[in-house]
């Protein structure tokens, strides 16, 4: 979806003083792009499920780049918790300039037939309606300021299927479809949409469920952050997309 021409109105000057949102913040990518956007001198707020962990990486952030970090800790899943959290950053530091939908993930690798309810309701609530729950309290704000950039984050796994991977490739290609369809119903506004699909990265899921299934999978990752892990040729017979670096 060409979406050329809708931006967050800083003409492609970068991410300095703008104010980016993050879910999904205290881990992975997540946190990985939280660093990315201080070091750039952006003002986070960033939510996750763990408070404890937001806590220390806002601590590091404060410290290393003196930017403002506000946090809170959100089940993207909790519906009311999302629309109270949300309604209050709107009204203390107005809507974001930059919305990045990252919070997601991936909970077993059964075959369809073998699989576990609460694994597939658990990923649908949170990489489907969590994203909705979000966008529909943040966008209208943004839609009204007349600028911003909603950026979802997806996977390859939105493109082609793995072994074992049935619901929650499901859930990456509805992200897909849900970034495309966002495109047309902000068409005529300032907003711009987009997304980033990573290939395979190191988290804490690949380092624990994934790896324990396909232990071929050889990491080149290292402590300081995710990496692009060098996938079994014979499940993923395709390349690995490198993660980009983007600029608003």
């Known amino acids: 979806m060409n979406d050329e021409g809708r931006g967050t109105g800083d003409g492609g000057r970068g991410v300095a003083g703008k104010l980016i949102f993050i879910t999904g913040a ?29 806590e220390r990486l806002a601590a590091e952030l404060r410290a290393a780049h003196h930017v403002p970090v506000t946090l809170a800790q959100v089940d993207v899943r ?31 690798l059964s075959k369809l037939q073998e699989g576990d309810f609460e694994d597939w309701d658990k990923m649908i609530d949170t990489n489907i309606k969590g994203v909705l729950n979000v966008t529909r309290t943040i966008l209208p704000h943004m839609v009204a300021r007349r600028t911003g950039h909603v950026v979802n984050i997806g996977s390859t796994a939105g493109h ?6 049935n619901v929650y490739n499901a859930t990456k290609f509805a992200m897909r479809a849900l970034n495309e369809a966002m495109n047309l119903d902000v068409a005529g506004t300032a907003i711009r949409v987009s997304s980033v699909d990573p290939g395979f990265v190191e988290t804490e899921w690949i380092r624990g469920s994934w790896r324990r299934s396909f232990p071929r999978c050889a990491s080149t990752g290292t402590s300081s952050g995710p990496r692009p892990c060098i996938r079994d040729s014979s499940l993923f017979p395709r390349t690995t997309w490198p993660t980009p670096s983007p600029t608003w």
């Open 160 to 165: 082609m299927v793995y072994p074992g991977g």
């Open 78 to 108: 909790d519906r009311a918790g999302v629309q109270r959290e949300g309604e209050a950053l709107v009204r203390g530091d107005g809507a974001p300039d930059v919305l990045l939908n990252n919070a997601g993930l991936a909970s077993g």
């Open 26 to 54: 205290s881990s992975g990518i997540g946190a990985a792009c939280a660093r990315r956007f201080a070091a750039q001198g952006a003002r986070l707020v960033l939510w996750a499920r763990r408070r404890d962990r937001l």
